[in-house]
C-alpha cells in the first residue's frame, strides 16, 4: 500500500498531466468526473495496464522473425513451459548455453497468456550482463506484445545507455531513448525505471525490495503481479542468497511468478529457496541435471530433463604451481601456434602484470592481446568489451588467428567469449565451472594441438595444516577475494583429476565439496569455523533487513546488497587541469568534447561525459582529496575526485591529493593501477585493506 500511494503521488504531482489552474479553485476544476478523466489519460500514457499479447504464438515466433526456418523448442523448454501453468517459484539448473534464457522468456508468454501476471523483470548479478540481456530481452518483447509499451534498463549507470528507456509497438519499433514517448520521459526519472511493465537490471534493484532503504515499498509495488527471472543465482555469498531468499518469499506474496536459472547449483542451495518458499523438499534430493523444481504452495516436485541435443565434452585439465611462471611462455607459444586463449586471474592487480609478461614473451607482435577488467574508465571499457566479444563470439570470419584475453571476473559467465585453451586461477567450484563454459563453446574447427578442450589451473601451493594467517599468505590475494575454504574445497575436488566431462559431471563437482569437510586439515578446520561464523553474521544481517522497518539505508545499489562492501569512489580522468575564469569552467574529459559550465548551474553533457570517463577505486586510495574537489564537480557525479592524465607520463595528478599515500597510474592499454608511497601513513580513519585488489 506504501509503494501504490507513492505511485499515485508521483502521477498526481505531475503538473503536465494535472495542471494548475490560478482562475479556478482545485475543487472547481477538478470535479470527481475530470479527476478520474485525468488519472486515465496518465495511466495509458505511461502505459500502466496489463499487457496485452499476441496469442498462441509458436515457440518459433517467440524468438526468430517470420523468414526464419521453424524450430522446436528443446526438452528443457518444452518442459519449463508445460510446468508454468500456475503462478509459483521454478528453478532451472541446466549447463552453460542449454537455452535457459529462451526458456525462461517462454513461460513468461504462457504466464502472461493464462495468469494475472502482467509484466517482467530479468535480474542478472552485474550491470554488464544486464546490459547484454536487455537486448535480446527486446527482440522477445518485440514478437509478443500487442499493445504499446515500455521496456526499461534498471542499474547504477543505466542513465548513460542510449536505450535504457524503449518503447515499442505491434506496428513500429522505436529505439530513439528518452524523446521517445511521454512514457519513456517519465520512466527516465530517477526510481522509476523499475515501475515500467517491462524491464531488465541487475539483481540489486530487486533486492533494495526487501530491505530497509528508502522507496523499498515502491520497489515491491512495482515488481508485484511481474514475472521475474533471477538468473546467475549460483553466484551469490552467503548475504546475498538470504537476501534472494528472501525476495522470492516476498515476490510470491506479491502475485509474481519467479523463474531461477542457474548452470551451478549445489543442492543444499536449492533446498534453502523452496524452504523459504514455504514449501519442503523430500529427501534424498535428486542427482538429476538438468533439472527442474517446480514450487507452488507447499509443493515442491522435481522433474529431470533429458535433452540428446546436449554435447558432452571432455575438457582436459593440467594443474600449474602458480608461483611458476613459465605458463607465461606457453600462452605465448599457443597464441603464436595459432590459439585463441583466454587467462582469467582473480585479481585485477595480477590480470595487469599477467598481461603485461604476456606482451613481452611474445616474439610476434601482430598477436592480438587484450585485457578486460573493471578498472578501465567507463568508455574504454565499453570498446574493450565489445571488441573482445566480437573477436571471440560466434561469427568465424572476425576470429584471429590465435590471440590472448587476459580478464578478470567480468567474463566469468553470461558472456559469449570461445576459447580454443583457457588458462585459470584457483576459484570456488561453481565459479570455475563457469570460467570453463568460456572453453570450445561453439562448435568449430580448431588450430592443431587444441582440437581437444584443455584447461590449465594454477594451484597455489599450501600447507593447509598450518595457521590460517600463513594460509592466507600462501594463497595470495585470491585469499581476499574468495574464503581461503572455498579455495581448499575447490582444490582437493579438482587438482586429482586429469579431466572432467561437461555437463555429466557438473553434479558430482557441485556436491564433492559437502563430504569433504569431515575430515579437514587443522588449518583448514580453523578457516571453516571462521567461515562459519562470518556466514551465521551475514545471514543474521540479511534477516535484520526488511521492508517494513525503518527505511534509513541509502537506496545505492551493492551499497546494503553485498555483505561488507567495501566503499568505493570515482576517479575522473581529464586531459587537463580545469580553468576557471569569471564564472565559467571549462573541463577537458579524457576522452570527448569539453565542456563549458556556469557556476551554480547543471549541464547534462558534462555530467554524462564525466561518467564516461569515471574509474571505479577503493575510496581509501582518494580520501585525503575528496575535500579538495571544486564545487561543480559534486552537481554533476557523488563521491569522485578528478586526475589529470599527462602527455608524457602515466602517473595520474589527482587534484588535490598532496598527501595521497597512493600513487594512482593511468595507461590506455591496462587501466588504472596504483602503489604506495614510502613513509606516507593513512589518515587513522581511513582502512585499508587488500580487498581492494578486486
Known amino acids: 500500500m506504501t509503494g501504490f500511494v507513492t505511485f499515485c503521488d508521483w502521477i498526481g504531482s505531475n503538473a503536465d498531466w494535472f495542471p494548475l489552474y490560478p482562475e479556478l479553485s482545485l475543487r472547481d476544476h477538478y470535479t470527481p468526473d475530470t479527476a478520474r478523466a485525468g488519472a486515465e489519460r496518465a495511466v495509458e500514457l505511461i502505459g500502466w495496464h496489463r499487457r496485452s499479447v499476441f496469442p498462441s504464438l509458436s515457440f518459433s515466433r517467440l524468438f526468430a522473425a517470420p523468414e526464419v526456418p521453424q524450430f522446436a523448442p528443446r526438452p528443457l523448454q518444452e518442459t519449463l513451459i508445460a510446468l508454468a501453468d500456475q503462478p509459483g517459484l521454478y528453478i532451472v539448473e541446466a549447463p552453460m548455453g542449454a537455452g535457459k534464457t529462451e526458456a525462461a522468456l517462454a513461460a513468461a508468454y504462457r504466464?502472461?497468456?493464462?495468469?494475472?501476471?502482467?509484466?517482467?523483470?530479468?535480474?542478472?548479478?552485474?550491470?554488464?550482463?544486464?546490459?547484454?540481456?536487455?537486448?535480446?530481452?527486446?527482440?522477445?518483447?518485440?514478437?509478443?506484445?500487442?499493445?504499446?509499451?515500455?521496456?526499461?534498463?534498471?542499474?547504477?549507470?543505466?542513465?548513460?545507455?542510449?536505450?535504457?528507456?524503449?518503447?515499442?509497438?505491434?506496428?513500429?519499433?522505436?529505439?530513439?531513448?528518452?524523446?521517445?514517448?511521454?512514457?519513456?520521459?517519465?520512466?527516465?526519472?530517477?526510481?522509476?525505471?523499475?515501475?515500467?511493465?517491462?524491464?531488465?537490471?541487475?539483481i540489486d534493484q530487486a533486492l533494495m525490495a526487501c530491505i530497509g532503504a528508502k522507496h523499498s515499498a515502491l520497489r515491491l509495488f512495482a515488481l508485484s503481479g511481474k514475472v521475474v527471472v533471477i538468473d546467475e543465482v549460483h553466484s551469490y555469498d552467503p548475504y546475498t542468497s538470504a537476501l534472494v531468499d528472501q525476495l522470492i518469499r516476498w515476490l510470491l506474496e506479491v502475485g509474481c511468478t519467479v523463474i531461477v536459472l542457474s548452470a551451478t547449483l549445489a543442492a543444499k542451495r536449492r533446498r534453502q529457496m523452496i524452504e523459504k518458499a514455504g514449501a519442503f523438499e523430500p529427501d534424498p534430493p535428486p542427482s538429476d541435471y538438468p533439472l527442474i523444481t517446480k514450487v507452488v504452495g507447499e509443493t515442491a516436485t522435481h522433474h529431470p530433463v533429458i535433452d540428446p541435443a546436449i554435447v558432452e565434452t571432455k575438457v582436459h585439465l593440467l594443474h600449474i604451481d602458480s608461483a611458476d611462471s613459465d605458463f607465461i611462455e606457453s600462452v605465448a607459444r599457443a597464441a603464436e601456434s595459432g590459439a585463441c586463449v583466454v587467462v582469467i586471474r582473480n585479481t585485477v592487480a595480477t590480470a595487469q602484470q599477467t598481461f603485461c609478461a604476456i606482451k613481452e614473451a611474445l616474439c610476434d607482435d601482430t598477436i592480438q592481446v587484450g585485457l578486460l577488467h573493471s578498472r578501465f574508465p567507463h568508455f574504454q571499457r565499453q570498446q574493450n568489451e565489445k571488441h573482445w566479444m566480437d573477436l571471440l563470439g560466434r561469427k568465424p570470419a572476425l576470429r584471429p588467428p590465435g590471440c590472448v584475453l587476459v580478464a578478470t571476473q567480468v567474463v566469468e559467465q553470461s558472456v559469449d567469449i570461445d576459447a580454443d585453451l583457457?588458462?585459470?586461477?584457483?576459484?570456488?567450484?561453481?565459479?570455475?565451472?563457469?570460467?570453463?563454459?568460456?572453453?570450445?563453446?561453439?562448435?568449430?574447427?580448431?588450430?592443431?594441438?587444441?582440437?581437444?578442450?584443455?584447461?590449465?589451473?594454477?594451484?597455489?601451493?599450501?600447507?593447509?595444516?598450518?595457521?590460517?594467517?600463513?594460509?592466507?599468505?600462501?594463497?595470495?590475494?585470491?585469499?581476499?577475494?574468495?574464503?581461503?575454504?572455498?579455495?581448499?574445497?575447490?582444490?582437493?575436488?579438482?587438482?586429482?583429476?586429469?579431466?572432467?566431462?561437461?555437463?555429466?559431471?557438473?553434479?558430482?563437482?557441485?556436491?564433492?565439496?559437502?563430504?569433504?569437510m569431515t575430515s579437514l586439515p587443522a588449518g583448514a578446520k580453523k578457516l571453516a569455523a571462521?567461515?562459519?561464523?562470518?556466514?551465521?553474521?551475514?545471514?543474521?544481517?540479511?534477516?535484520?533487513?526488511?521492508?517494513?522497518?525503518?527505511?534509513?539505508?541509502?537506496?545505492?545499489?551493492?551499497?546494503?546488497?553485498?555483505?561488507?562492501?567495501?566503499?568505493?569512489?570515482?576517479?575522473?580522468?581529464?586531459?587537463?587541469?580545469?580553468?576557471?575564469?569569471?564564472?565559467?569552467?571549462?573541463?577537458?574529459?579524457?576522452?570527448?568534447?569539453?565542456?563549458?559550465?556556469?557556476?551554480?548551474?547543471?549541464?547534462?553533457?558534462?555530467?554524462?561525459?564525466?561518467?564516461?570517463?569515471?574509474?571505479?577505486?577503493?575510496?581509501?586510495?582518494?580520501?585525503?582529496?575528496?575535500?579538495?574537489?571544486?564545487?561543480?564537480?559534486?552537481?554533476?557525479?557523488?563521491?569522485?575526485?578528478?586526475a589529470v592524465c599527462s602527455t608524457d607520463?602515466?602517473?595520474?595528478?589527482?587534484?588535490?591529493?598532496?598527501?595521497?599515500?597512493?600513487?594512482?597510474?593511468?595507461?590506455?592499454e591496462q587501466g588504472v593501477s596504483y602503489e604506495k608511497i614510502t613513509g606516507r601513513i593513512p589518515p587513522s580513519e581511513v582502512s585499508e585493506d587488500l580487498d581492494s585488489w578486486f
Open 111 to 202: 504466464r502472461w497468456n493464462e495468469g494475472d501476471e502482467r509484466g517482467l523483470y530479468f535480474a542478472l548479478p552485474t550491470q554488464l550482463t544486464s546490459n547484454r540481456i536487455h537486448n535480446r530481452v527486446s527482440e522477445f518483447l518485440d514478437h509478443v506484445i500487442a499493445d504499446n509499451s515500455i521496456q526499461t534498463l534498471a542499474h547504477g549507470n543505466a542513465w548513460l545507455s542510449e536505450n535504457r528507456v524503449r518503447s515499442f509497438s505491434p506496428a513500429q519499433t522505436s529505439t530513439e531513448g528518452i524523446d521517445a514517448t511521454e512514457a519513456c520521459r517519465w520512466f527516465t526519472s530517477s526510481r522509476k525505471p523499475l515501475l515500467a511493465p517491462f524491464g531488465t537490471g541487475t
Open 422 to 516: 583457457l588458462v585459470t586461477d584457483l576459484a570456488p567450484t561453481d565459479l570455475l565451472l563457469q570460467r570453463l563454459g568460456r572453453l570450445h563453446r561453439h562448435s568449430r574447427p580448431r588450430p592443431p594441438g587444441f582440437e581437444s578442450a584443455t584447461c590449465w589451473i594454477l594451484q597455489p601451493t599450501v600447507d593447509w595444516h598450518t595457521k590460517p594467517k600463513v594460509i592466507r599468505e600462501a594463497i595470495g590475494a585470491s585469499a581476499y577475494i574468495y574464503p581461503p575454504i572455498a579455495l581448499y574445497l575447490a582444490q582437493e575436488v579438482w587438482r586429482k583429476r586429469k579431466s572432467v566431462t561437461l555437463p555429466t559431471g557438473i553434479r558430482e563437482l557441485l556436491e564433492s565439496p559437502e563430504s569433504l
Open 530 to 642: 571462521e567461515l562459519e561464523t562470518e556466514t551465521g553474521n551475514m545471514i543474521s544481517s540479511a534477516l535484520r533487513q526488511g521492508p517494513f522497518k525503518e527505511p534509513n539505508l541509502p537506496d545505492t545499489e551493492g551499497a546494503q546488497t553485498r555483505y561488507n562492501m567495501q566503499p568505493s569512489a570515482l576517479l575522473i580522468l581529464l586531459r587537463k587541469p580545469p580553468h576557471t575564469q569569471s564564472h565559467e569552467t571549462v573541463v577537458a574529459p579524457l576522452e570527448g568534447p569539453q565542456q563549458t559550465i556556469t557556476a551554480g548551474s547543471f549541464n547534462y553533457d558534462l555530467a554524462k561525459l564525466l561518467h564516461e570517463n569515471a574509474v571505479r577505486i577503493p575510496a581509501y586510495l582518494v580520501y585525503s582529496a575528496f575535500s579538495q574537489q571544486p564545487d561543480w564537480l559534486s552537481t554533476h557525479i557523488s563521491d569522485a575526485v578528478l
Open 649 to 668: 607520463s602515466i602517473a595520474l595528478d589527482v587534484i588535490g591529493g598532496e598527501s595521497l599515500t597512493h600513487q594512482l597510474f593511468y595507461h590506455p
